[in-house]
């Protein structure tokens, strides 16, 4: 089995596997979330959970990043069986594309039909300071490659008419499900914007006159990560809802008048996440029910 998909479902069966005789009772979890830097502490949310470490999945890449704690979570929110992702990997540590989007096949052949994506990112718009969360709206892919390069596998198909070499990006990030956020926030009075995430491949944080490039583009907000997961998430026919935790303020836009700002440290990002946790946990909590009921009515 040394092709992709062989690697996908060799992992999927071992998880599966894992949760047989865990649960001892088939687990098929129906909506996938990946934690991005700093959030991972939502995973306390999920009951009856069976925590697998990336190392015991075959075929799982290791995150190194401080802030991703390298675990698979299965257990069920709101009566809904879930997978939830406890940090991601990134190119930047040297891993090739597919191990970056290796989690999110895998997530579509267990079973889920719908994906939050969630980041830390840096708020390049004035109004979202650091700690504003965001529902992504759009992306823009800056960082120099595409997750579906590559022989193209209709095996992974996880819906009727998805699995194509070429396929439609008009909607990336689901309206629908993005509207249930945005209204699941109003409802709990937590502050949610929207707006587009731009990707850059990292490590380095962005110089200022790159954010005033990405300013005049249109993105919103900046991160290393998320929109390749999108990709194959599309590709295979799973909705994306994408959140983002503005962080930090980008490079240049935290300064008076035109200083070159403060220094952002990795050590701040993961701060801000613990900061907005209780926020961040009870509004996914809230959602994934609804975002479930959703995809069920397939609108």
Not at 74 to 96: D, K, M
């Amino acid at each position: 089995m040394g092709d992709l998909y062989g690697r996908v479902q060799a992992a999927a069966g071992a998880i599966r596997e894992r949760a047989r005789l865990e649960l001892r009772t088939e687990f098929v979890p129906r909506v996938g979330t990946i934690l991005g830097s700093g959030l991972g502490g939502f995973a306390a949310q999920v009951a009856d959970a069976v925590t697998i470490a990336y190392a015991e999945i075959p075929h799982f890449a290791q995150s190194t990043v401080e802030g991703h704690a390298g675990r698979l979570v299965l257990g069920t929110i709101g009566g809904v069986p879930v997978a939830v992702l406890q940090g991601r990997v990134h190119a930047y540590e040297g891993h090739a594309m597919e191990q970056v989007t290796f989690a999110t096949r895998v997530l579509g052949l267990l079973g889920c039909r719908a994906l939050i994506a969630t980041n830390a990112s840096g708020g390049i718009r004035a109004d979202l300071a650091p700690g504003s969360l965001v529902a992504i709206s759009d992306h823009i892919n800056l960082t120099g490659t595409n997750a579906a390069m590559g022989p193209n596998d209709p095996r992974f198909a996880c819906a009727p008419g998805a699995g194509g070499r070429f396929f439609d990006m008009t909607a990336a990030y689901s309206p629908a499900l993005r509207r249930l956020a945005l209204e699941e926030a109003r409802r709990q009075g937590v502050a949610l914007g929207e707006g587009v995430y731009l990707a850059v491949l990292g490590p380095s944080f962005e110089t200022p006159a790159e954010i005033r490039a990405f300013r005049a583009l249109g993105a919103d907000l900046v991160g290393m990560s998320t929109v390749h997961e999108a990709i194959v998430a599309r590709q295979m026919g799973i909705a994306v809802l994408g959140i983002s935790l503005v962080t930090n303020r980008a490079a240049g836009l935290s300064g008076v008048g035109d200083g070159p700002g403060e220094t952002i440290h990795h050590e701040d990002v993961l701060e801000i996440g613990r900061r907005m946790e209780g926020p961040f946990s009870g509004l996914l909590t809230a959602l994934v029910p609804q975002i479930d009921a959703q995809i069920e009515r397939g609108d």
